[in-house]
């Protein structure tokens, strides 16, 4: 079976570098934006997705948006998941398939990531925190003990949830901002305090 990343741009290179860095063969990208190779890997435009069950997949594409309408349009394909191997994942965390985590990012006892994640490079999920599907937990990101993180929720690079707290269905925090208190699905906040903008 092949293993192809779907996405070729900067976080597809990401991918592709953990892969290796993991001994994991990555056969190429699919993309359909017309170039041919992408870090010296062949890219092969989407129609070769129409050949199920012969090749696994891991959706490189930062936004939650695009990643979920992705997914959704392959549903049925065999889909992988990518750990850098400078990663730390608790023995006890569950993580499901199409997660990515990127080199430093660390992963506490208990934790639980859904589906197609990005937690990227040295973000901290800490004990029992819960992150839905499609989640980007940007770099330098820290939660605290059993945060919540609705799906497709977007945490800002070096942002700070303390714990306890929820963050709700397609919210957004910014950079660098310190969660205090519950975010609403759909909102953005940002700022230290974090505040609705």
């Not at 900067?10 to 290796?20: D, F, I, L, P, R």
């Not at 994942?89 to 499901?96: D, G, T």
């Not at 398939?97 to 639980?112: E, I, K, Q």
């Not at 942002?159 to 969660?179: F, H, N, Q, R, W």
Request: hydrophobic share 45%; aromatic share 6%; with cysteine.
């Amino acid at each position: 079976m092949k293993n192809y990343i779907y996405g070729a741009g900067g976080h597809g290179k990401v991918v592709s570098e953990a892969m290796q860095k993991s001994h994991l063969v990555c056969d190429g990208f699919i993309d359909d934006s017309g170039i041919h190779q992408w870090v010296k890997l062949p890219v092969f435009n989407s129609t070769i997705l129409a050949d199920k069950g012969l090749f696994s997949l891991h959706i490189a594409i930062g936004s939650n948006k695009a990643r979920e309408d992705i997914a959704n349009k392959l549903n049925g394909n065999t889909f992988l998941s990518v750990y850098h191997p400078n990663s730390i994942v608790s023995i006890s965390a569950l993580i499901k398939l199409g997660t990515f985590l990127a080199a430093g990012s660390l992963v506490g006892p208990d934790a639980y990531l859904g589906e197609h994640c990005i937690v990227n490079h040295h973000a901290i999920i800490d004990h029992d925190c819960v992150i839905s599907a499609f989640c980007h937990i940007a770099p330098h990101v820290t939660l605290g003990g059993n945060v919540k993180v609705g799906r497709s929720a977007l945490i800002g690079s070096g942002a700070i949830v303390l714990p306890g707290l929820e963050i709700g269905d397609y919210a957004v925090i910014g950079a660098g901002s310190v969660v205090t208190k519950n975010v609403p699905s759909g909102a953005t906040f940002a700022g230290n305090p974090a505040k609705p903008i």
